[in-house]
């Protein structure tokens, strides 16, 4: 509804490696690139140092880049359980950071990003890393694959909106999941369209 | 090893219910009680919101009280799977705000807390209440029972220690769940003698 550009902080959560990725998405729905990167800690440190790096982390985005919206990947109990704890403490300070600044945070699941920059709630990493690429017009992908992803949510925000809360975003994952790609492309912009196009016929041109 | 007193903020984590409870522990290992209470949060609300009043409520608690130590009962997967996200949000907005300010965070598990201050791993919560009241000499137990906990997390990580990081507190888990009662016994201070007799003393004598 605005026509205001908005600048938006993806993170992809974790205690290992965080990624941020920052776009400015402009009242037409065209997505720009600004910057991206991603934090690491090292496994071997306390949990209370790995945690106080991410929350430093954001506070250094926040404070640089001063973004309207920071979008987070939600965490979810039944993936991973090994990592999800660790995931879920630096979420919680990716979080309380954007909040004390007054950024407004919002929730994507996995698959809603997926189907927001590739059409296909199950896209593998390398169709996602792809098409931020495109949508961006990078000269290549952004490494590691935690910073692609992190565009790739900041992406999905973008367009898609909204996803306060955490029962929203799983009332959304259960219809996204199994989203065919005709319905999620009746949703797209021109723009959006324009790509979906162009990545069908990149699919039908050759794979690598 | 040391004989000055130490200041100790045991926090049982939540989103709903986050208890803090602060206590000094003297060199001669006697706790005494300084001040409780318990930060609430409205499930209504989003979730940013929720995990930001955590955060201030550590905030307040640390910038007041200077505690030389935090120490959160450990969030474990397997259990409470639906509000376990919510909890290690909430528990990581405690260690970033903790951790930016210096002060140590620590980790016990439910049975270790238990066992600190019950002598027994899986005591009920009425129980460790009683103890807690005992071993602080309340007038009353603290309500809600988060606070409790939360003293009880307290007197736990100053008679016991350590706790710092998510392996090594599991690695204890195993060992402290089926601590028998003597075993448990034979590494008390006198003080902790004397409580632990009493208390055997006051299951004797009658039970309510």
């Given at each position: 509804?605005?026509?205001?550009?908005?600048?938006?902080?993806?993170?992809?959560?974790?205690?290992?490696?965080?990624?941020?990725?920052l776009?400015?998405?402009?009242?037409?729905?065209?997505?720009?690139?600004?910057?991206?990167?991603?934090?690491?800690?090292?496994?071997?440190?306390?949990?209370?140092?790995?945690?106080?790096?991410?929350?430093?982390?954001?506070?250094?985005?926040?404070?640089?880049?001063?973004?309207?919206?920071?979008?987070?990947?939600?965490?979810?109990?039944?993936?991973?359980?090994?990592?999800?704890?660790?995931?879920?403490?630096?979420?919680?300070?990716?979080?309380?950071?954007?909040?004390?600044?007054?950024?407004?945070?919002?929730?994507?699941?996995?698959?809603?990003?997926?189907?927001?920059?590739?059409?296909?709630?199950?896209?593998?990493?390398?169709?996602?890393?792809?098409?931020?690429?495109?949508?961006?017009?990078?000269?290549?992908?952004?490494?590691?694959?935690?910073?692609a992803?992190?565009?790739?949510?900041?992406?999905?925000?973008?367009?898609?909106?909204?996803?306060?809360?955490?029962?929203?975003?799983?009332?959304?994952e259960t219809?996204?999941?199994?989203?065919?790609?005709?319905?999620?492309?009746?949703?797209?912009?021109?723009?959006?369209?324009?790509?979906?196009?162009?990545?069908?016929?990149?699919?039908r041109?050759?794979?690598?």
């Amino acid at each position: 509804m605005t026509t205001a550009t908005q600048r938006i902080l993806g993170v992809d959560p974790g205690l290992t490696r965080c990624g941020f990725g920052l776009i400015d998405m402009a009242g037409n729905r065209t997505a720009s690139f600004v910057d991206v990167g991603v934090a690491g800690t090292d496994a071997a440190d306390p949990l209370d140092v790995r945690v106080l790096r991410i929350w430093e982390a954001t506070e250094r985005w926040i404070e640089r880049y001063r973004p309207d919206a920071l979008a987070l990947e939600r965490v979810f109990a039944q993936t991973n359980v090994n990592t999800v704890i660790g995931t879920a403490h630096a979420s919680g300070a990716v979080i309380a950071s954007a909040a004390r600044h007054g950024v407004p945070v919002a929730w994507h699941t996995p698959s809603e990003v997926k189907a927001a920059v590739t059409g296909e709630g199950r896209a593998d990493k390398a169709s996602v890393a792809r098409m931020v690429v495109r949508i961006l017009q990078l000269d290549e992908a952004p490494r590691p694959a935690d910073a692609a992803d992190a565009l790739a949510i900041a992406i999905c925000h973008g367009w898609r909106g909204g996803g306060t809360g955490v029962d929203a975003t799983a009332r959304t994952e259960t219809h996204q999941g199994a989203r065919p790609l005709a319905a999620a492309r009746s949703g797209m912009t021109p723009a959006q369209r324009a790509w979906a196009e162009a990545e069908h016929r990149a699919k039908r041109g050759g794979r690598r």
